[in-house]
């Protein structure tokens, strides 16, 4: 009968210890920065400048984004591993890299997958993979 109370003690401090989560507590009030972009059909874009493209979700349900010189703020919902982000109201000032900031708030709206593994982000959706590090 001791074996028991042992086996469930062994399997939760497996499960604390795991350094993957679905989504976790990781994921809000981290500022989180993009490193990559992947559309399919097209090869992967490297961010020059990870600190330009970031979204940060907050306990309250807002997120805040900087899409290079832009800045967006809109809502989300989390359910696990999926997410949905309603519009995202941004700035709409011609930055320097054009068509990047574009392509990150659409990606962004259309994430529906986000999962953590350490400090790396990734959000999915029917078009693209974002990947992020905070």
């Known amino acids: 009968m001791k074996a028991v109370p042992l086996l469930v003690l062994i399997l939760a401090v497996g499960a604390v210890g795991c350094d993957e989560s679905p989504t976790g ?4 009030n981290v500022t989180w920065k993009l490193e990559t972009v992947a559309r399919v059909g097209t090869a992967t874009i490297t961010i020059p400048s ?3 493209f970031t979204v940060r ?9 900087r899409a290079d010189c ?14 949905s982000i309603g519009n995202l109201a941004c700035t709409l000032i011609a930055c320097p890299m054009p ?10 709206q259309n994430a529906r997958t986000a999962t953590t593994s350490g400090n790396q982000l990734v959000m999915t959706g029917p078009d693209y993979t974002l990947t992020f590090r905070n």
């Open 70 to 83: 832009n800045s967006c703020s809109g809502r989300y919902a989390l359910d696990g591993t999926s997410i």
């Open 50 to 52: 990870p600190d330009q």
């Open 25 to 28: 507590p990781t994921i809000v």
């Open 57 to 65: 979700f907050e306990d309250n349900s807002n997120l805040t984004a």
């Open 99 to 108: 068509g990047l900031d574009q392509i990150f708030s659409t990606a962004l």
